[in-house]
């Protein structure tokens, strides 16, 4: 019988399906202190599956573009614009990377070529579509400290 | 495209019954040097202008033609074949021809400054990370002695192009092609490789 597993599934489905019931943060509010993000920016936990899959790809986060990933074999041709996040989790705890996914600047200081994922603090004249709009949402930087929290060497 | 380019040099267009070579004659004596030299102050617009423009000038005041769209009809060769005819020259633009430097300062400006939402200026990739990966692209130093180039995954592509797609890239809106916001970023990007040998066409990932 699978009852457990069914139950588990309605719940899940009775949440995706109450996506305006979920709080998150606004780019605007999310409070740097001390180079980290104490507290999670939604009331969702974030899910290492949905983060794996933002992490590479090319329209979410697309880290591997500039970061090199052990754990993604597969995926070829992985940058070295940034460090390599292997092992990232035993190097930095959840506030400080979800701190520099929102907004690295604020932790690494303005020259920092990496893009802030969560932020309205960017370049001059943003395209048409993205004005006012953050490259992750709140739920994908959630999802994504959680996978990067899985990187464990 | 450099073949392209000839025979676009050779071909009668326009009103006036004219090839480029009717006045130009053997372009591998008179456009010796031109691409190494440009983009050059144009007193008549007291603008600087590219080899693109020129040519566009050339068409419409000389030839009693139309001049070429945006990477349109013969713009991409004639430019190659233009510049082809400089290559192995040291690049090297006249910043003390009219205005020039006042347009090398507004490109220098565009060049340091962070656009987009992804908030990268062309400093940051070409200047602070060149030689790096971006997943599978080799960061270059953005030069432009080899342009028009040959890009593996689009084919021919103008100096203008490039500009915009990097800039699309930042997630920024794109300036027009030949704006002036573009003419003194190619300004400057020219002279920045002050020395280096004229390549064109030169192939690029």
Same mark, same amino acid.
């Given at each position: 019988m699978n009852w457990g597993k069914t139950v588990t599934g309605l719940s899940a489905a009775m949440l995706v399906c109450m996506p305006a019931a979920m709080a998150e943060v606004a780019p605007g509010d999310v409070k740097i202190e001390d180079l980290k993000v104490a507290a999670a920016i939604t009331d969702q936990a974030g899910n290492p599956e949905e983060g794996a899959k933002a992490f590479k790809d090319t329209k979410g986060g697309n880290c591997l573009a500039c970061h090199a990933n052990k754990a993604m074999p597969k995926d070829l041709f992985q940058g070295n614009v940034g460090p390599a996040l292997d092992g990232v989790a035993g190097r930095y705890e959840p506030a400080l990377l979800r701190a520099i996914l929102v907004n690295s600047k604020a932790v690494f200081g303005p020259q920092t070529v990496m893009p802030g994922f969560y932020t309205l603090d960017v370049g001059k004249n943003v395209r048409e579509e993205s004005v006012g709009k953050t490259v992750l949402t709140a739920q994908q930087v959630e999802d994504i400290v959680a996978y990067l929290g899985t990187l464990k060497e | 495209m450099v073949t392209d380019g000839e025979t676009w040099w050779n071909k009668v267009d326009g009103k006036e019954g &004219?090839? $480029?070579?009717? $006045?130009?004659?053997d372009a591998a004596t008179t456009m010796k040097g031109v691409g190494a030299r440009y983009p050059k102050w144009d007193e008549a617009s007291k603008k600087p202008i590219n080899i693109e423009l020129q040519i566009n000038k050339c068409r419409t005041e000389q030839m009693g033609a139309e001049p070429f769209e945006f990477d349109k009809g013969g713009q991409i060769g004639l430019t190659a074949y233009i510049k082809h005819q400089s290559l192995g020259m040291p690049m090297g633009i006249d *910043? &003390?021809? =009219?205005e020039m430097q006042k347009w090398w300062d507004m490109g220098k400006e565009t060049y340091y400054t962070r656009f987009g939402q992804l908030n990268l200026s062309c400093a940051n990739c070409h200047e602070d990370l060149m030689g790096k990966m971006i997943r599978a692209d080799h960061l270059s130093q953005g030069q432009t002695n080899g342009f028009p180039t040959y890009r593996l995954k689009d084919g021919n592509n103008s100096i203008h192009n490039r500009f915009r797609g990097c800039i699309r890239d930042t997630r920024a809106a794109q300036p027009k092609a030949f704006s002036d916001e573009l003419m003194a970023l190619e300004v400057y990007v020219a002279w920045r490789g002050? =020395? *280096?040998?004229?390549?064109?066409p030169s192939v690029r990932q």
């Open positions: - | &004219k090839s $480029c070579a009717s $006045c130009h004659n *910043l &003390k021809a =009219g002050t =020395g *280096l040998s004229v390549e064109t």
